[in-house]
């Protein structure tokens, strides 16, 4: 029997990983994962946003069918999981970190869940007023926090790996097939990175952001750039300072996933025992006038994904499309449990199969500032962003691979193959709509606008004590 290791990280771009050919950011211990493993180099989240791609990650379906839309409306278990599939197969399911589900209380589909975050209260409510976007005066936290030493999330991490190696050593892991999901924090804000894995880096030679001030010239993207207006408060020093910051909490998440793997090869069960690196989003760090997530660009939508492991081809790259929701497949089909109508396909077949262009991957975002559902279909070397009601994005990231040229004008025909592909797996007008009923019904039962508004803005989850 194989178990399952998936170590998921908080906020980590794609492209900031050694093994993908980023130039300065060190991360050895991942690089000799995906030695050892397979590489996927278009693996996407199902939604640019943490709450909602958690929800999507234990579902492993699309956000509009599980309709766990946004951050104030977090996994409560009421669907069932991948984990309540395996836990009542007879294996071991353990939650060790950050999960942002809604609540301990609620069965998640884990036999235990060990220094759990989930969300606070009922979530980051004022993501839920869509109609008039209100100001959100929290963006200016994120520039105001940056800079070397410790923070409650790096503690937090330290923590969470002390109990993942605990948890594999422990002699009980010999007793029954087991999946563990390992959830780190880092390398998401406060940028605040220990001084050990800071000084690996200098602000000097840190590169200005792609498109660096310039928020491009669409009106959805504007208003969502207008309500987390990070980057008004980030001069270049402080832009540096936070670059380099965010690489060194990628290393220093690198090096508590190399922890976490020598004690699954110190508990003799590295040869039984598939392992996973995924994050859930990536971070914009000022490109195209941006920070954080909640777009479609590669820096945000797209993820590092990483498998390592039986059944996983060694030293293999693998290009086609991928996404989290496969998570959900993988691991049905390692305890021989059936997925039903699942959108996600197991990624041991996928790597295993040769590169197939054709793979449509969807990811969507109905969380704060947005005015509109926008919609992501990546194929072959096409990346259309659908906006519903507004005019759409085209990206050839093959000629164009830092989202430069937004060439929808251009090429109608890929404009249109890319929305019969999005409609082959939903009607965005129709998901649109259902949404923002869904959001009216939660702001009405949270007491109405006012009321979603008086709560805590926030830009981070407290970590648990």
């Known amino acids: 029997m194989t178990n399952l290791l998936i170590l998921i990280s908080d906020e980590h771009r794609r492209d900031a990983i050694g093994c993908i050919g980023h130039p300065q950011v060190q991360t050895p211990h991942l690089d000799a994962l995906a030695a050892r493993g397979t590489l996927f180099t278009n693996a996407y989240t199902p939604s640019p946003m943490c709450v909602p791609a958690r929800a999507a990650v234990a579902c492993g379906d699309h956000v509009h069918r599980i309709r766990y839309w946004d951050s104030a409306t977090p996994y409560d278990g009421a669907r069932r999981s991948w984990m309540h599939d395996l836990r009542d197969a007879?294996?071991?399911?353990?939650?060790?970190?950050?999960?942002?589900?809604?609540?301990?209380?609620?069965?998640?589909?884990?036999?235990?869940?060990?220094?759990?975050?989930?969300?606070?209260?009922?979530?980051?409510?004022?993501?839920?007023?869509?109609?008039?976007?209100?100001?959100?005066?929290?963006?200016?936290?994120?520039?105001?926090?940056?800079?070397?030493?410790?923070?409650?999330?790096?503690?937090?991490?330290?923590?969470?790996?002390?109990?993942?190696?605990?948890?594999?050593?422990?002699?009980?892991?010999?007793?029954?097939?087991?999946?563990?999901?390992?959830?780190?924090?880092?390398?998401?804000?406060?940028?605040?990175?220990?001084?050990?894995?800071?000084a690996l880096y200098d602000p000097a030679d840190m590169p200005l952001p792609v498109g660096w001030r310039e928020v491009p010239a669409h009106d959805e993207l504007q208003n969502l750039a207008g309500f987390f207006d990070y980057d008004r408060y980030f001069d270049e020093t402080r832009m540096r300072t936070a670059k380099t910051a965010y690489f060194g909490l990628v290393s220093f998440m690198d090096n508590c996933v190399g922890r976490?793997?020598?004690?699954?090869?110190?508990?003799?069960?590295?040869?039984?025992?598939?392992?996973?690196?995924?994050?859930?989003?990536?971070?914009?760090?000022?490109?195209?006038?941006?920070?954080?997530?909640?777009?479609?660009?590669?820096?945000?939508?797209?993820?590092?994904?990483?498998?390592?492991?039986?059944?996983?081809?060694?030293?293999?790259?693998?290009?086609?499309?991928?996404?989290?929701?496969?998570?959900?497949?993988?691991?049905?089909?390692?305890?021989?449990?059936?997925?039903?109508?699942?959108?996600?396909?197991?990624?041991?077949?996928?790597?295993?199969?040769?590169?197939?262009?054709?793979?449509?991957?969807?990811?969507?975002?109905?969380?704060?500032?947005s005015t509109t559902g926008a919609f992501m279909v990546r194929w072959d070397r096409w990346k259309l962003v659908h906006y519903q009601g507004f005019p759409p994005q085209l990206f050839d990231l093959a000629e164009d691979p830092h989202e430069l040229r937004d060439i929808a004008s251009d090429r109608p025909p890929v404009c249109a193959e890319g929305m019969e592909r999005l409609r082959a797996i939903c009607d965005p007008a129709e998901v649109n709509a259902r949404c923002f009923a869904d959001q009216a019904e939660r702001i009405a039962a949270l007491g109405g606008r006012a009321a979603c508004l008086a709560a805590a803005a926030f830009n981070h989850t407290p970590a648990p004590a």
């Not at 353990?94 to 998640?108: C, E, T």
């Not at 060990?114 to 979530?123: A, C, E, N, S, T």
């Not at 390592?308 to 290009?319: E, I």
């Open 90 to 198: 007879g294996w071991r399911t353990a939650s060790i970190g950050k999960l942002h589900f809604r609540s301990p209380a609620d069965d998640n589909g884990f036999s235990e869940e060990i220094l759990p975050m989930h969300v606070m209260g009922d979530g980051w409510t004022v993501g839920l007023i869509r109609d008039a976007l209100p100001d959100y005066p929290a963006a200016a936290e994120l520039a105001a926090d940056v800079g070397t030493g410790a923070s409650s999330y790096t503690d937090y991490d330290r923590a969470i790996t002390d109990a993942a190696v605990a948890w594999l050593a422990a002699p009980e892991r010999q007793a029954q097939p087991w999946a563990a999901f390992v959830s780190l924090v880092s390398p998401h804000y406060p940028l605040v990175a220990p001084e050990r894995f800071a």
């Open 260 to 369: 976490v793997l020598a004690a699954l090869e110190a508990s003799g069960q590295a040869g039984d025992t598939l392992v996973l690196y995924v994050s859930d989003h990536g971070e914009m760090l000022g490109d195209h006038g941006l920070w954080t997530k909640q777009v479609m660009y590669e820096a945000s939508a797209g993820v590092p994904m990483i498998l390592s492991g039986p059944g996983a081809p060694k030293g293999q790259v693998c290009r086609t499309g991928a996404s989290l929701l496969d998570i959900a497949a993988t691991a049905r089909d390692l305890a021989a449990l059936p997925s039903g109508d699942l959108p996600g396909r197991p990624l041991a077949a996928l790597a295993g199969a040769p590169d197939d262009p054709d793979r449509v991957i969807l990811s969507e975002y109905h969380d704060g500032g």
